[in-house]
Structure formats: structure tokens, C-alpha cells
């Protein structure tokens, strides 16, 4: 059966792809950044995954605003990136992991989480630039499923519906008949708001206890309604769903491999984890 090797979460803000593409990386603003990434890329060349599920929210380049669906699950052989009007440059297409996905999402219909199946899907920012992050180097070395939930038009999913998600994704992937080693990512947040009166909204206290809740306590979010994280994390903050989502596929109790939180990058407090099974 295939192996979780553990979970990787991070922001995803497009700036990020110019300042890669910059070379920027050493800069003093961005340095405090990237350099979260390096105990993060010494434990990828440790656990050798050869694929991950990677839980994001589409910002309009696959689904746009008059079809959202609230759950949808990749199942192509490759998903092409497109530019998005950021100015940064296209990626190279990911490959999927087919016989992954339809085994996801057989098992998801059979758990009754009500899913879109996506057999051609575009993927935008917030799946291209954290795997340029967590694979800085040449071309990405793991295959892909892609899961994007719907934090971008109400009403959103509840955090305790992700948790469940995600749980039932994680249980999934052991359940494979593959030897293959699997990671699990989750992209977004942490709290910021780019919009209307709260613009620039950030809320550290916030973001730092539910980090810590990822690997002591991780229901604790779910305890919060969606308008209740909304007004905690700012109206794109929102998004610490996928990293919900990505802890509950973890099995069991959780070591922290590493975390990084910097404010602020772009208007967004970044931040990013690495968990690994206790066991
Ligand atoms: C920005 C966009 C995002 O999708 C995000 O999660 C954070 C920031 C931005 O435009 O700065
Ligand atoms: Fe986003």
C-alpha cells in the first residue's frame, strides 16, 4: 500500500513567482522567506516522495464565478499552467498521477463527499509556485492530483467539512495499491485580506495558535464557523482551509519537521510547515 511521508503547507502569493524568477531569493525582503524553505528541501531529498496531493484553492483560471464547485479532484495526465496577468512566467505542465486520482475518487463518491472530477484541469498560482518552492530545482520531480476547495465565492465549505476531506483523502492514499511514497500539500493563507474596508488585515496572534494546533490540537479550527475565520484571518485568509485539510490526511499524531512565519509578503502573512508522522 502506498506511504503518507508527511504534510508541507505554505502561502502562495503570485509575487513570490517574480521574485523566483528575479533571482531575488537573497534580497533582504525576501530572504527571511525563502530561507524557511531550506530544512524543507533537506527532508524532501530524506523522504523521497514520488507523488503529491496538493489541496488549493483555483483563483479563477480553471473554474470562474458562474461554476465553482466546492470540492474538485484532478484526474488528468497533466495539467498545464496559463498565465493568470501576474507578469510572472508559465510553468512548465505537472504530471498527473491518473490511477491516484480515480482511486481518490472512487473512494471520496463512496465516503459521500459530493466532488467535481476534473479530467483536464489548469492549475494557477497556488499550485505551480509552492512546487517551485518546496523543488527549487529543475523540472518537479513528483507526480501530481491536484484538490482544489473553494475558498473564493460563498458559500464556502466549513472547516470541519475540510478536516473530513481531508482525513478521508489521507485514509485514500493508504489504501492505494502502490508502493509509491506520498506527500500531501496544502497552499494559502496565512491571514490577509486584499479587498474592501479590512484590506492589509493580518492577524498574527491568530496565525501562530493555529499553527501550533496543526501538531497539538488539530480540530481546534474547526470550532470556527466560516464567517467566524473570515473575520479572524481576513476575507483570502480563508484559505488555512487546505492547510486543514492537509493535517487531517496525515495519520495519526504529527512531529513538526519546520515552520517559517514572515509578515509580510506582498500584503499576506507567509508562512509554512512541514509535518511528519510521530510514528
Ligand atoms: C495575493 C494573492 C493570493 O492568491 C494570495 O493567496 C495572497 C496574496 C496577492 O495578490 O498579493
Ligand atoms: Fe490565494
Not at 132 to 158: A, H, R, Y
Request: net charge negative; hydrophobic share 45%.
Amino acid at each position: 500500500m502506498a506511504r503518507i511521508v508527511g504534510g508541507l503547507t505554505t502561502s502562495h502569493v503570485p509575487a513570490i513567482g517574480r521574485a523566483i524568477d528575479k533571482g531575488l531569493q537573497g534580497e533582504p525582503y525576501w530572504k527571511p522567506f525563502f530561507d524557511g524553505f531550506l530544512p524543507v528541501h533537506a527532508w524532501l531529498k530524506d523522504v523521497r516522495p514520488d507523488v503529491a496531493v496538493v489541496f488549493y484553492n483555483d483563483h479563477g483560471l480553471n473554474f470562474f464565478l458562474d461554476k465553482m464547485p466546492t470540492f474538485a479532484v484532478g484526474a488528468a495526465a497533466q495539467y498545464c499552467n496559463a498565465d493568470e496577468g501576474w507578469g510572472i512566467p508559465v510553468m512548465p505542465p505537472f504530471q498527473g498521477e491518473p490511477d491516484l486520482s480515480w482511486h481518490l475518487i472512487e473512494r471520496l463518491v463512496e465516503h459521500e463527499f459530493d466532488i467535481t472530477t476534473c479530467q483536464e484541469m489548469r492549475v494557477d498560482h497556488a499550485f505551480t509556485l509552492p512546487m517551485k518552492l518546496f523543488w527549487p530545482e529543475g523540472d518537479c520531480p513528483v507526480t501530481t492530483v491536484p484538490i482544489c476547495i473553494n475558498t473564493v465565492q460563498f458559500p464556502l465549505p466549513t472547516a470541519h467539512r475540510c478536516f473530513m476531506l481531508g482525513r478521508a483523502v489521507g485514509e485514500a492514499i493508504e489504501s492505494w495499491e502502490s508502493d509509491k511514497r506520498v506527500v500531501v500539500i496544502g497552499t494559502g493563507g496565512l491571514s490577509h485580506q486584499l479587498d474592501g474596508q479590512r484590506a492589509g488585515f493580518i492577524n498574527k496572534p491568530f496565525d501562530l495558535r493555529f499553527m501550533a494546533s496543526l501538531v497539538d490540537d488539530p480540530q481546534w479550527a474547526t470550532r470556527f464557523s466560516i464567517h467566524e475565520l473570515v473575520e479572524k484571518t481576513g476575507t483570502q485568509g480563508v484559505e488555512l482551509l487546505m492547510w486543514l485539510a492537509t493535517r487531517a490526511a496525515v495519520p495519526g499524531p504529527v512531529r513538526k519537521v519546520h515552520s517559517n512565519y514572515h509578515i509580510p509578503i506582498s500584503n499576506t502573512a507567509a508562512g509554512m510547515m512541514a509535518l511528519e508522522p510521530a510514528s
